[in-house]
């Protein structure tokens, strides 16, 4: 049903006509009382359009007092404030008790009528009763001659069309709450998402906020306390990541933001939304374990990543780097100055030559060397890595990865080196066969004629000398047949005085052209150990070389101190009884901070080229396979002891 408007406003039955004298007083400005029936005119047309439509219509002149509203904005207006609105009342007096809402109104009104059409959005009402959202237009009224005499403005409830998106607001809910003076917490407005996400209905959270809040999870809610604490009391939105238990029991990890808005009467309303962010959670610990089992997999194989910016010469380390290639932790980035000072120098040509070729011509990198661990040791590094990334032509960045493969090389070094003593097992072999047959004829030879002359004679002195002789040649073939010899068979009992003499048989020529005495000292009645002797016998020759060594360089030529000794006794470690080997020498000594590296791959205190840094590696490796120790105690400058402790076989 069409509604005419007289004056403005139907009045409803009963009530009297008052409130149009200001309205009626004012048209006696000709232009003005022209202005505003044109406006009321418009208002009236506009009304017969939208009948139905549910459509806020209001006008007001340059005073901001109402010259004219429909009867939905005086409803509206009714249940916001309280008030019943009049025509000449001003907007200010109207909304005196909303002072936030009135200030934006009177700001857009007061913008319209310096001519400019204004749009916005404002919220009418307390939380707690009473709340509307609502679009806006205000657009200003001009007279004949195009000056601004009032303004009107059309606005349309949109309350229900916001509640409708956060009620679909995928995997979250909005809501608004009311923290009171007391403490007590009042949920004003949530959307039905909550349900989706809490399994709680709306109408139970609005009727009991505890029903809500209890579910934070006990251990988080002392962070989602400071957080709002906060939040208060820096004036900033709130915004946490906690977890909260659905009322099944599940636990469910959400993101949580709301703005602040303290009230007058002390009271707080946050006004927010909840997201739930279990799926994200879930997959960045699903990105973090897998980055831990792939850092735990390159650590056990040895491996490191890494990136080369080219023009700035920078090395950027990708995971574990530094206990693998350096020992200790490392800045996550360094010079490539600075990583090529840690090769060994026999390998940084070799290394800047790969590197160039790779950044260059773009050829794959690879690349084997050796680099100074923290503790001064070295490792062998195998690099690999591709050219990536090329800008405005020319190289970017090379990718890379870093593998320890220094077990690899001690492997393939042991491996040359039973290839060297089967070699020289087979040329022994031959050599010992070529020798043993005249060696055996000039023996019987030397016998027959020592037996044949008379014993007085001189030259049965010289046979029996030929015969000594010839055993002690006998007896040294015999005993580097016996340590080149490629052993396969298991352990079986040996006497550790027969290892040792055989091993001096074989450097006892060796010895005194270096001017060193070897003195044994082992009893004949030490029980048995149960080893391969081959391998016993490698060890010994390692230590007395390496006693060799140090004597060499302490005493260039000959002195009094020029003496290795080799001793083995008896003793008992944990109810058992072990058989201890020593070799001891005066010679340089090892200062205690090298003592813990001796048995390391690769590890040397010799100059390049003279050593391998393997010997000590190995021969620590074999005692350990029979179940032994090797160690060592030294004062440096004056003497070294090397102890060889093995099992008693109690067999």
């Not at 418009?42 to 209001?58: D, M, Q």
């Not at 000594?468 to 490629?486: D, G, K, N, Y």
């Not at 079986?492 to 060796?510: E, Y």
Request: charged share 25%.
């Amino acid at each position: 049903m069409k509604r005419e408007f007289v004056g403005g406003i139907q009045d409803e039955p009963g009530e009297d006509n008052a409130g149009r004298a200001p309205q009626e007083a004012a048209q006696s400005d000709p232009a003005l009382r022209e202005s505003e029936g044109r406006l009321r005119s418009a208002c009236n047309l506009f009304e017969s359009v939208t009948a139905g439509a549910e459509t806020i219509i209001c006008a007001v002149d340059r005073q901001l007092r109402y010259t004219y509203f429909n009867q939905i904005y005086r409803e509206e207006i009714r249940r916001l404030t309280g008030q019943d609105p009049k025509l000449g009342h001003s907007v200010e007096e109207v909304f005196a008790g909303m002072p936030e809402q009135r200030a934006i109104v009177v700001r857009e009104w007061t913008r319209t009528l310096r001519g400019e059409s204004s749009d916005f959005r404002v919220e009418f009402g307390e939380p707690d009763r009473y709340r509307r959202v609502y679009s806006v237009r205000h657009t200003p009224v001009r007279d004949a001659g195009g000056h601004v005499v009032g303004a009107g403005e059309v606005a349309w409830d949109i309350t229900e069309g916001i509640r409708a998106i956060s009620d679909n607001i995928p995997g979250g809910a909005t809501y608004q709450n009311v923290t009171l003076p007391d403490g007590t917490v009042r949920y004003t407005h949530i959307s039905s998402g909550v349900e989706r996400l809490f399994g709680l209905s709306a109408q139970s959270v609005m009727e009991d906020s505890g029903n809500l809040r209890q579910l934070v999870v006990e251990e988080d809610r002392p962070r989602v306390s400071a957080a709002e604490q906060e939040a208060l009391r820096d004036a900033t939105p709130f915004d946490c990541q906690f977890r909260w238990r659905t009322a099944a029991g599940e636990i469910k990890w959400v993101h949580c933001c709301s703005t602040p808005h303290r009230r007058k009467d002390g009271s707080i309303v946050w006004s927010g939304v909840i997201i739930d962010i279990t799926a994200r959670k879930r997959a960045e610990a699903d990105a973090g374990a897998r980055q831990i089992r792939l850092a735990m997999a390159l650590e056990a194989a040895g491996m490191v990543t890494w990136e080369w910016d080219i023009p700035d010469r920078s090395i950027r380390y990708l995971d574990n780097i530094g206990a693998i290639v350096h020992g200790a932790p490392v800045e996550p980035s360094c010079s490539l100055d600075a990583l090529m000072a840690d090769v060994h120098p026999e390998d940084r040509v070799r290394l800047a030559q790969a590197l160039e070729r790779t950044s260059g011509q773009g050829d794959p990198f690879e690349c084997e060397y050796r680099t100074r661990m923290a503790d001064g040791t070295y490792r062998w590094i195998l690099g690999k890595g591709k050219r990536a990334v090329v800008e405005q032509g020319k190289p970017v960045t090379v990718l890379g990865l870093t593998i320890d493969i220094t077990e690899r090389k001690m492997a393939e070094e042991l491996q040359r080196h039973r290839q060297r003593l089967e070699s020289i097992g087979r040329l022994a072999g031959g050599v010992a066969h070529e020798i043993n047959n005249p060696l055996t004829g000039i023996m019987g030879f030397a016998q027959l004629i020592a037996t044949g002359i008379d014993r007085n004679n001189p030259l049965a002195e010289y046979a029996w000398g030929i015969v000594r002789l010839t055993e002690r040649v006998a007896a040294i073939v015999h005993s580097l047949l016996i340590f080149a010899r490629h052993e396969t068979q298991s352990h079986s009992p040996a006497d550790i005085r027969g290892i040792v003499g055989a091993t001096l048989a074989l450097i006892q020529t060796v010895m005194p052209h270096d001017q060193i005495a070897v003195e044994m000292d082992i009893p004949g009645n030490l029980p048995a150990i149960r080893c391969r002797s081959q391998q016993i016998q490698q060890v010994l020759m390692n230590l007395l070389t390496n006693a060799r060594d140090a004597l060499n360089e302490k005493y260039p030529e000959g002195n009094p101190d020029k003496i290795i000794r080799v001793t083995a006794r008896v003793f008992e470690k944990a109810g058992n009884a072990w058989v201890r080997t020593t070799v001891e020498d005066h010679g340089t000594g090892i200062p205690p901070g090298l003592q813990e590296k001796l048995f390391d791959p690769f590890f040397t205190t010799k100059e390049p080229g003279k050593g391998t840094g393997l010997g000590l590696a190995i021969s620590h490796g074999i005692v350990e396979e029979h179940h032994g120790e090797l160690h060592c105690e030294s004062e440096p400058g004056r003497w070294t002891k090397f102890h060889m402790d093995l099992p008693v076989d109690d067999v």
